[in-house]
């Protein structure tokens, strides 16, 4: 019988790991909103609500559309070794010189976010509300994604050194345990980027270089822990759910010398200082007029969608968890 309960517990897990990195995101965009100038706050602090739980969609998006997970990272170190100066910048060099399908299969996350800057750009100077909100909350969530270590590395799960888990390990459970009690969002205000596309490739050679560090702490800390202090059966959401041992994410969490709080907080800085940029870039356009609330029956349709195909389905190319 208890090897039945531990089993559908395993389950139950199995089933949710995905959805606990959705914490992450919606943090990283609520807290972005407090740091925009006063004229932008007037419409972003209104749909705040808009903006966290929507932060999640292109996450949904991976459950329908096959090309969305390749969005979401870059494992770089393909392309040679630190700082992969072999891998050009700009993405019709690297298309010339690679080809489209081995950019997809290896991810272009430092593209992506510089296509979705364009489209809120074009979204403020349109002044059209929902494109506005849709675009700046999924900007975020790929803003975010480039700030994860592991999402800049081939062993993206830790599944060729033996330390599966260790993704969700480092972007869900230690983000959950401390985020509210101990970490400070109180980060200052949003700029302008000049140059979005050096800006945008430091934050990924950024998360390249800290990979090494991610995965040789957990590592070494895994040595120093027996099974049964590294697991524990906690709850969540009412049911009992083996997961990573407080004890285990607190030495995980000192030994990386608080990382995942300080990506966490440079991630807000930059989907706020994005935002903020694409806004100024469209001729900084008066926001307090798009007062129209509702949304239309396709965009209705649309987020129904992304719920049902995430709850039901399973998703399209690489699963990090």
Same mark, same amino acid.
């Given at each position: 019988?208890?090897?039945? &309960? ?16 959705? &914490? ?10 407090? %740091? ?22 292109? @996450? ?12 979401? &990272? ?16 700009? $993405? ?5 010189? $690679?080809?489209?399908?081995? %950019? #997809?299969?290896? /991810? ?5 976010? #510089? ?14 509300? +929902? ?7 999924? *900007? =975020? ?16 799960? /830790? ?5 599966? /888990? ?16 101990? !970490? ?16 945008? !490739? ?25 099974? @049964? +202090? ?12 083996? +997961? ?7 030495? &995980? ?12 907080? +440079? ?15 469209? /001729? ?5 007029? *798009?007062?129209? @609330? ?8 649309? $987020? ?8 039901? =389905?399973?998703? %399209? =190319?690489?699963?990090?968890?």
């Amino acid at each position: 019988m208890k090897k039945i &309960y531990c089993a559908v517990c395993l389950l139950f897990v199995h089933h949710s790991v995905f959805c606990w990195g959705f &914490y992450m995101h919606e943090k990283i965009n609520y807290h972005a909103v407090f %740091l925009l100038p006063p004229p932008m706050m007037l419409l972003f602090k209104q749909n705040i609500g808009f903006l966290t739980e929507h932060a999640v969609d292109p @996450d949904k998006r991976r459950y329908i559309v096959s090309a969305e997970g390749a969005r979401h &990272y870059l494992d770089i170190d393909h392309y040679g070794h630190f700082p992969f100066k072999e891998l050009p910048r700009d $993405y019709n060099s690297a298309l010339k010189k $690679y080809s489209a399908d081995t %950019l #997809q299969a290896f /991810g272009i996350v430092p593209w992506w976010i #510089q296509i979705m800057m364009t489209r809120l750009t074009s979204a403020f100077r349109e002044k059209n509300k +929902q494109a506005i909100l849709k675009n700046a909350s999924e *900007l =975020g969530h790929y803003i975010a994604d480039a700030h994860v270590p592991l999402h800049v590395c081939s062993n993206h799960n /830790g599944q060729l050194t033996h330390q599966e /888990g260790i993704h969700a390990f480092w972007e869900s459970r230690v983000p959950e345990l401390f985020a509210e009690s101990d !970490w400070d969002f109180f980060i200052g205000k949003a700029t302008y980027i000049p140059d979005l596309s050096s800006f945008i !490739w430091a934050r990924v050679l950024e998360s390249a270089a800290a990979a090494d560090t991610v995965l040789r702490c957990e590592k070494e800390l895994n040595s120093h822990f027996r099974s @049964d +202090q590294k697991y524990a059966f906690e709850e969540r959401r009412g049911k009992l759910v083996k +997961q990573y041992s407080t004890a285990y994410a607190t030495q &995980y969490e000192n030994q990386l010398d608080h990382m995942i709080e300080r990506r966490m907080r +440079q991630s807000i800085f930059a989907v706020a200082s994005c935002w903020y940029t694409a806004w100024v870039n469209a /001729g900084q356009p008066p926001l307090e007029g *798009l007062n129209h @609330d509702s949304l239309s029956v396709s965009e209705r349709m649309e $987020y129904e969608r992304l719920n049902v195909e995430w709850i039901n =389905g399973k998703a %399209l =190319g690489r699963d990090c968890n």
